[in-house]
Every structure is written in C-alpha cells, then in structure tokens.
C-alpha cells in the first residue's frame, strides 16, 4: 500500500524509504507561527491538526492514505522552534547544551478503514556543546528548518549522554508506532 506523506521533509522522506513504506510525497503548506499553545504538547498537536486540516481539504484520504506530521523541541520549559537567523540558532542551541532536551513528535495517518493520532516523546541528555563545534554547525546552515535547530543524526549525536525513546520521533516521525498501521 502506498500513502501520501503531507511534508515537504527529507527526514520524514528517509524514514519512510528506511522503513520499507512505499509513499509519494506532496503537500499543502500550513502557517504554525500564530499558534498560541500552553504547552509543547498543546503546540505540537495544533500544528499537526493545522497540517491535517489543510492537506485533507487539498487531497483527502480516498486515493492514498495521508499521513501529517510536525514535531516540537523543548528544554529547560521552554519551545524551541526553529530558528529564524544564526544567533537565534545558537540561543536555542545553548538553552539545550548540557540539559535535557525533549523532541516530540505529532502524527495523523487517515485511511478509507482506520484514523490514529499519535504523540511520542523522545528525551535526550545532552553534554555540554563544544563552542567550535557549534560554531561549525551554525555555519554550514544545517540547523535551517529543524526544529529547535536540532539535529540529532547529525551535530547533536556525538553530545548524547543519554535517550528514552525512539530515534525516529526525534527525528520526525515514530515510524514504530506507524508500522503497526501501515502494511507495505
């Protein structure tokens, strides 16, 4: 069975290749920044049923299965969103170094015979980030699009001290939880 991955994400894109789900790939863009949301979770999910709302209008869920997702970081209380320009990257990226960082993400699959909405979490303890390094990370331009300007198949990996939960919510999509839905 192949399903429509509503993102424009590369990420999302390989973890679907690696999982073995046959997918094309097209979207309908949704605007996050005038969420208002108590908390990353609350965020997370708004922004997530924003995506669904609008690619479920553009393309429905008869011909393929639709599949939306976003993900938010947060440490130390804070959302990290992504990061506007470079000093705005490495704020965000301090608030991380050396503290707890959670990246959780939100996904809607929709088909003719079954809908889920699923919230994981994924929390990293991160070492203190070695400032040339960052430095380096800043200014390859990298951390451009990624929430909380994170990476953690990349810059971040080398900083993990500690993980609960699974790589793929980190990185965008629980393709665990999605598996046991979708049959290839």
Same mark, same amino acid.
């Given at each position: 069975?192949?399903?429509?991955?509503?993102?424009?994400?590369?990420?999302?894109?390989?973890?679907?290749?690696?999982?073995?789900?046959?997918?094309?790939?097209?979207?309908?863009?949704?605007?996050?920044?005038?969420?208002?949301?108590?908390?990353?979770?609350?965020?997370?999910?708004?922004?997530?049923?924003?995506?669904?709302?609008?690619?479920?209008?553009?393309?429905?869920?008869?011909?393929?299965?639709?599949?939306?997702?976003?993900?938010?970081?947060?440490?130390?209380?804070?959302?990290?969103?992504?990061?506007?320009?470079?000093?705005?990257?490495?704020?965000?990226?301090? @608030?991380?170094?050396?503290?707890?960082?959670?990246?959780? @993400?939100?996904?809607?699959?929709?088909?003719?015979?079954?809908?889920?909405?699923d919230m994981s979490q994924t929390d990293y303890l991160f070492k203190e980030f070695?400032?040339?390094?960052?430095?380096?990370?800043?200014?390859?331009?990298?951390?451009?699009?990624?929430?909380?300007?994170?990476?953690?198949?990349?810059?971040?990996?080398?900083?993990?001290?500690?993980?609960?939960?699974?790589?793929? @919510?980190?990185?965008?999509?629980?393709?665990?939880?999605?598996?046991?839905?979708? @049959?290839?």
């Amino acid at each position: 069975m192949r399903i429509r991955l509503a993102s424009s994400s590369k990420t999302r894109s390989m973890l679907l290749q690696h999982a073995g789900i046959e997918f094309i790939q097209e979207s309908v863009d949704f605007d996050e920044e005038n969420i208002v949301a108590s908390s990353p979770k609350n965020f997370v999910y708004q922004a997530t049923m924003g995506k669904y709302e609008a690619n479920i209008k553009a393309f429905g869920y008869e011909d393929y299965p639709l599949l939306v997702a976003d993900t938010v970081v947060t440490s130390q209380g804070k959302i990290l969103r992504k990061a506007k320009c470079i000093d705005d990257a490495r704020n965000i990226l301090m @608030t991380q170094s050396g503290n707890i960082t959670s990246i959780i @993400t939100c996904m809607i699959y929709h088909a003719k015979d079954c809908k889920i909405i699923d919230m994981s979490q994924t929390d990293y303890l991160f070492k203190e980030f070695d400032m040339d390094d960052l430095e380096r990370y800043l200014t390859s331009g990298e951390w451009r699009g990624k929430a909380g300007a994170c990476m953690v198949e990349g810059f971040c990996k080398p900083y993990i001290k500690e993980v609960r939960g699974y790589e793929s @919510t980190a990185m965008g999509l629980c393709v665990e939880v999605l598996q046991t839905f979708v @049959t290839s």
